[in-house]
């Protein structure tokens, strides 16, 4: 099952495909549940966590408040995958909510989810990697001075990985997410099994108190209700990356999205359950964790102590003890996962960003494969971003999660809102009682999923602004902001460039005026007179400019010497320029004879190694750019290619990614 | 007396210039001493001082050697002044050390000495701008906190100032060096005139004893040979600029070589008066001075004291105090002195690049003024490491003046070892008695100067070399290696492009085919078609990539439609390339007919915003850079000018520095 990746972003794009290219690929439901839900289910790993971390702010008081926070998220995770297979339904094509919005609330706001997609990839790679990171240290806690390192060595591991193209396969997606599931829900199992029996698994930390937070003792009122809704809030990263399914109905078999919409139920019960099992197992096990390790209170060295994460606590506490096998094949499932998870946003951010500038609204290189530049730009933006802020919060998940959540209600928000509309246009044409009355249902669920992620949106939005999900507006506000106006750009540009009179534009110019410039004579030189004469100009001169008269006059010396047969005229330069000398005789060619064109010949040297462009070609390039300013005038390079440039002309033989693409190598010499 | 600056560059590039501009530029003794002085006489600002803050290391036992030192420095100035009187009589062309070494010692020495003297104008803005600051700070103490930022300003004006190009005139640099000059004349001499009148001016630091630096305490033997060597070598930085006027000599006027020799022995002269009355005074009025404010015994609060520089200690010690007008004016000078002289680095440096950029040994466009980076470049480049530096050092003198002096006496050393060989060389073929007896002598004075310069580097090296001087050593020898590697370049292109068979390498082309890339219809593409016409290639075409099939079917539809009668290629590409199959089919026409040559035509859009060429021509500019490395081929860009190019096509109506170097405005439309 390889070319999966390559083959789901084709698809989304709705490009054509070579059909015999399709053959095989399309994803059974065993393997499309791992391949999507990797990003959703590793969120497991950090969502009852955060919860906790939350509420241990006023100590152990508010602590009862975990089962209901965690049925709020459960009954949302519900709503939000109800609404979700609607939207599998009704656009099948694999636009998810940017498409969605786009189409029913207008493309302002398709925009807008757009640009909250793209913060949101940025942070599902930070939050995964920092909370693998968290993992890993909570295994091998030796590790923990270490931590931002480590995080920053798996966001260049991942970047490698990602710009260098490794070959993916549906296979080696499916296993860790299989392994992680398996792993966690039999932990729950045992140990819920063990409560059952009389025998709960006991928390190593569960002997600790925790000191509330002097600011978040003893709440009352409006305070409580405030500490109550920023856990729920923290809560709500579980349900981070659910609409990835919705994003990929395509690759599924057929019927697509019936299998999409099965593949979305199993996942939403699956996230369900062990969502659902870590938190109870958490408040069995008394598990203790704090966001300063010196408000556990009887740890006797708290400073050098390093939390272990929920997950890590419970596999010690289920599998018997830190050195269990169970508890490590936990963690390394866990890390595994979350590694995985934030490979999707390096496969999903240069989509996205593709697809926008299809739209137009960013710059078109991040189209088209063809430049190698472009996926590559993508990629490195999306690591430089996320090191960035895994270096500037110390690979903190919980101060990263403040940012993450914001994006991802947003995105909800908009699509269930677009749904609703979608519904409603549906029904004023439609006919069909049957149709009219599942539409009407389909109508109430997202009306219900836009109601209740709106809300959870103004409470995100309300508990988190603060605590830095203030950047995350930002950031998106700034990049809608710079995408609309690329789009502006764009449309300026078509609406100038249009066709008005064919015929009238294609009308040559009179008279062609060539003129090759020339700084020595030598074989580079005399290729471009060769090839300006073959052009066969109504005119055709060499032209010098006397930075040196004497160069100048041993220039020509030599030209007649060599016996050349085209005139050579010498520019005067009193103050050593090139470029005003030449500019100024080109546009007085013109001023001469406005229905004219120009044509300057500049010899150019190629070659192999980057510094040596530094020595050469610099008084050509500017020339250049400045000559294209001047209307009438086109500028012919002839290239002349030095030994080094050998070196090179290889291009690589494939493109960055094409081997996760799938695509075959091309013929050499291509 | 205007344009001088300029004036002196281009005759020490030995440039033929327009005879009108020469009239009336030539200096007079009296403005051509305070324009080369300033960078030599301002050292006397921190000579002594830098004398003293080594051998204050031994506390105050060993400030009897001051004397001696002095002395020795008196001596060396002495001996490097008649050397270079020397030069400038045999080398009245301006190259100064480094034409000496070259013409006598062979490129590879002339190098050295061009990589040193690089080293030394870095150096020489970092010192003197540290220095100036000092002076500063020692009028207004409250500032020394600011030192660093003050520093970065100054470096920060300096290069802005030498950038947009501000009028400089003789009279300009006349002014503050003369001030300084009858400043501390006057100081010393009013000072000197108390001491015998039995009122012998007394530092404000004089009742301080120093506590010896532990290291550096009762030194014997070796050790207490080495601190004086230290000492003097410290004191040597009073030599720093004084061959600035054989650089000079075509400036002067006639008879040139007699006029500036004459220049130099009389700022010898003042330059020793200077350094000898500051250094007696220094030990009349018992100033104390120690690298650390805490050495100084007798001063209660050490961690907030900020040291006065030797100059503001005897200004303030002479003219009645820290209010005195005498003082404020002397401090005032010895800044202005100061930043001067760093000036005269910031034209050095460039002029210095721009020679050896002729030489080949750096990129060419250091050469030309054409370029509008040229110039930009190296005093970009000296700006950026001279800041480094003093932020690196803290703008710290002391720490500072270690790298200095290396690079002057490597140049001195190679210099005066130099002119020992030429008179050799004249020797070997002069008949003429008297000259035979003056080239005689002549080759002694030069022969001593090399022997005592060669030996103060020595003394240099084994004194400074880990206190800093490495990293001057360093930086110098990665300069020197790059240079000859810049220079084998440049001579291995020279040979590979000679030009054997000028009738064979004229020959064209049997054919020219001729390709017009298109994307889109519209103006710009018809423009280029039309161009491409114009020519009258054998073959014309028009060349599609179907990077999206259903594009390229609307593409050929509206082809038809318009009527265009070139006919339209559509090349697949299965991977949503663009570069890779338009340079395979270029690269298959050329494989069918070698000896065709292949014209493609490439429509650019011209933007006037720089965030605007982001958006376009990507594509064209990868490609066009691949086709370069293709044989027979030659791209021709066809530009449209969209509106927003008209707001970029203002070329700056001057290069920078047009003005400083007088050059008239150009007239309008060029």
Redesign the interface.
Known sequence: MPHVTEFLKRLLLG??L?SEELGGTLLPKRLALPIFASDPLSSVAYATQEILLVLTLGGLAYLHFTPWIAAAVVFLMAVVVLSYRQVVHAYPSGGGSYEVASANLGPSAGLVVGAALLVDYVMTVAVSVASGVDNIISAVPALAEHRVPMALVFVGLLTAVNLRGVRESGRAFAAPTYLFVTGVLLMCGTGLLRYLLGDPPVAATARYGVEPDPAEADLVGLALVLLVLRAFSSGCTALTGVEAISNGVPAFRRPKPRNAAATLAVMGLIAVAMFAGVTTLAIVADVRIADDACRLTGLPDCENYTQRTVIAQLAAAVFGGESSFGFFYVQAATALVLVLAANTAFNGFPLLASVLAQHRYL???LH??????AFSNGILALAVVAGALLWAYGANVTSLIHLYILGVFTSFTLCQSGMVRHWTRELRTEADPVLRRRHRTSRIVNGIGAAITSLVLVIVLVTKFTEGAWLAVLAAAVLWAAMRS?RG??DA??A?????D??R?????SR?ITVVLVSQ????T??A???A?????DRLEAVT?A????AAGELRREWEE???DVPLRILD?????????A??YV?SIRRESPRD?V?V?IP???VGRWW?N???N??AL?L?S??????G???????????S?AR??R?AAR?PG?VR?G?PV?PP??
């Not at 088209?368 to 530049?373: P, S």
């Not at 534009?505 to 110019?509: D, G, R, S, T, V």
Request: proline share 10%.
């Open positions: 490009r054509a070579r710059p078109r290189q088209n494969r063809g430049d190698r530049l690329i750009h764009y540009t078509s100038e460039l249009a066709v008005t064919p015929r534009e294609l009308a040559p110019p062609v004579l030598h074989k580079a005399l290729r007179l060769a090839y004469r073959a052009t066969r100009p400019v930075v040196d008269r004497e060599a016996g050349i330069s009193p103050y050593r320029e090139i470029t005003r000398p500019l100024a546009r064109v044509s010949f150019e040297y190629v040596e530094l020595l050469h610099q008084s500017w250049k400045r000559l294209l300013f001047t209307p005038v086109m500028v012919t390079s002839v290239p002349w290619q030095l030994r440039a090179a002309d291009p493109a094409a693409r695509e091309p010499g291509h």
